[in-house]
Nanobody, 118 residues
Framework: QVQLVESGGGSVQAGGSLRLSCAAS????????MSWFRQAPGKEREIVSR????????YYADSVKGRFTISRDNAKNTVYLQMNNLKPEDSAVYYC???????????WGQGTQVTVSS
């Protein structure tokens, strides 16, 4: 079965950095567009970033553009999210997910908590 394990979250002060990782198994990782989402308390889940299968094309939400960098290592079945200059509004649970159909994400990990204090 498909498993997604996110890690790397934590508590940092504003301006700090974190690097999230998502290890995938049970799927041919190199075939999938991978995305990072986040969900803050009381808010809907939102897409943060996306990377295509070969890593050559990326997308970022306006709120993180210039601060976050998505990357992937297909040999390690892992996608990363480097987060710099973190802001309190970045606080959320972060999830990774493979794109399994048109705007469809069938599999989710347990998420990793990011907390940014001012």
């Amino acid at each position: 079965q498909v498993q997604l394990v996110e890690s790397g979250g934590g508590s940092v002060q504003a301006g700090g950095s974190l690097r999230l990782s998502c290890a995938a198994s049970g799927l041919t990782f190199s075939n999938y567009v991978m995305s990072w989402f986040r969900q803050a308390p009381g808010k809907e889940r939102e897409i943060v970033s996306r990377i295509n299968a070969n890593g050559r094309s990326t997308y970022y939400a306006d709120s993180v553009k210039g601060r976050f960098t998505i990357s992937r290592d297909n040999a390690k079945n892992t996608v990363y999210l480097q987060m710099n200059n973190l802001k309190p509004e970045d606080s959320a649970v972060y999830y990774c997910a493979p794109l399994t159909g048109p705007e469809e994400y069938a599999y989710w990990g347990q998420g990793t908590q990011v907390t940014v204090s001012s």
